[in-house]
């Protein structure tokens, strides 16, 4: 009876955190697809109900598969800098003998990561300046009159140059995340591994990067998801120029709902980003589950 009582007190606590998440989460989340099935003008308040049919005019806008598209090179490159590159740079930094450069190199990589994304996006937008900025400055004192580009300008090199801001803002705090992952390695194994004669470049391999394998995938999951709700980057770089080929599916939902009042469309969107992350959320988990490494 008493074991019944403090299990019933126990989910009686979980009562207010899920009453929140219902509210605030899983509605919404169920108002969104409802939303979806609309054609809703929130100016006259007329709404029609249309079934499927944004998501049928969705999957054949040329514009969702281009913002689809640059989530997915942002998710990539994403990936290979703030995952991959940041791992590397962390075991750079944990490999110097001295703590105090060691502090002094995080503090310098995560100098960045402080600064917010529309000071950084409005940074960044001055140093792709084609006239004035730093960056045409800089290439055309290396090499006079090759490099005079608008990088913001062209639709080749827009996107890019909006992802190589976003990668310069969060390298740091990945760099930091995983410098505290491998601070938890015990020493004794590099220790025994440097003793059975293994160098730094094999030590990484067969003893850092598997023990930390769960902080690479976690860093994996919220890097992935976190390219697919892209936003404010693009807002402040581009707003989605030129002719639309740096839209992302955030700012295409904005634009839809707020720009073209069209708030099924919009809706629409959100599901699908929606399904998205979840899906990847999901499988990133699983993986990681299944390949937890104990010590």
């Given at each position: 009876?008493?074991t019944l009582?403090?299990?019933?007190?126990?989910l009686?606590?979980?009562?207010?955190a899920l009453v929140l998440?219902?509210?605030?989460?899983?509605l919404?989340?169920?108002?969104?697809?409802?939303?979806?099935t609309?054609?809703?003008?929130?100016?006259s308040?007329?709404?029609?109900?249309?079934?499927?049919?944004?998501?049928s005019d969705l999957?054949a806008?040329?514009?969702?598969?281009?913002s689809?598209t640059?989530?997915?090179?942002?998710?990539?490159?994403s990936v290979?800098?703030?995952?991959?590159?940041a791992l590397?740079?962390a075991?750079?930094?944990?490999?110097?003998?001295?703590?105090r450069w060691?502090?002094?190199?995080?503090t310098?990589?995560f100098?960045?990561?402080?600064?917010?994304?529309t000071v950084?996006g409005?940074?960044?937008y001055?140093?792709y300046e084609p006239n004035?900025?730093?960056?045409n400055h800089a290439?055309e004192?290396?090499?006079?009159?090759t490099?005079?580009?608008?990088?913001?300008g062209?639709e080749s090199?827009?996107?890019?140059?909006?992802?190589?801001?976003s990668q310069?803002?969060g390298?740091?705090?990945?760099?930091?995340?995983f410098?505290?992952a491998?601070q938890r390695?015990p020493?004794?194994?590099?220790?025994?591994?440097?003793?059975?004669?293994?160098g730094?470049?094999?030590?990484?391999?067969?003893?850092?990067?598997?023990?930390v394998r769960?902080?690479?995938?976690?860093?994996?999951l919220?890097?992935?998801?976190g390219?697919f709700?892209?936003f404010?980057?693009?807002?402040?770089?581009?707003?989605?120029?030129p002719?639309n080929?740096?839209?992302?599916?955030?700012?295409w939902?904005?634009?839809n709902?707020?720009?073209?009042?069209?708030?099924?469309?919009?809706a629409a969107i959100g599901?699908?980003i929606?399904v998205i992350t979840?899906?990847?959320?999901?499988?990133?988990?699983?993986?990681t589950?299944?390949?937890?490494v104990?010590?």
């Amino acid at each position: 009876m008493r074991t019944l009582y403090r299990r019933a007190a126990g989910l009686a606590w979980t009562v207010p955190a899920l009453v929140l998440l219902a509210v605030f989460v899983y509605l919404p989340l169920v108002q969104n697809f409802a939303y979806s099935t609309l054609t809703w003008d929130i100016y006259s308040g007329t709404q029609q109900f249309v079934g499927l049919d944004n998501y049928s005019d969705l999957f054949a806008d040329p514009v969702f598969w281009t913002s689809f598209t640059n989530n997915l090179w942002y998710a990539l490159l994403s990936v290979v800098f703030q995952v991959f590159g940041a791992l590397l740079l962390a075991a750079l930094v944990e490999s110097v003998r001295s703590t105090r450069w060691q502090r002094a190199l995080r503090t310098i990589y995560f100098i960045p990561s402080a600064i917010s994304l529309t000071v950084a996006g409005l940074l960044f937008y001055f140093i792709y300046e084609p006239n004035l900025g730093l960056l045409n400055h800089a290439l055309e004192a290396v090499a006079p009159g090759t490099f005079d580009h608008a990088w913001l300008g062209q639709e080749s090199t827009a996107m890019t140059a909006v992802i190589a801001m976003s990668q310069w803002q969060g390298f740091g705090y990945s760099t930091l995340l995983f410098a505290v992952a491998i601070q938890r390695i015990p020493a004794e194994l590099h220790e025994a591994a440097a003793l059975d004669g293994a160098g730094p470049v094999r030590r990484f391999f067969q003893v850092t990067l598997p023990l930390v394998r769960e902080m690479t995938g976690l860093m994996l999951l919220v890097t992935v998801s976190g390219a697919f709700q892209v936003f404010n980057e693009v807002m402040v770089m581009t707003s989605g120029g030129p002719d639309n080929s740096t839209h992302v599916l955030g700012t295409w939902l904005y634009r839809n709902g707020f720009v073209r009042n069209d708030f099924g469309h919009a809706a629409a969107i959100g599901t699908v980003i929606f399904v998205i992350t979840l899906t990847i959320a999901m499988a990133q988990l699983w993986f990681t589950r299944r390949r937890r490494v104990e010590w």
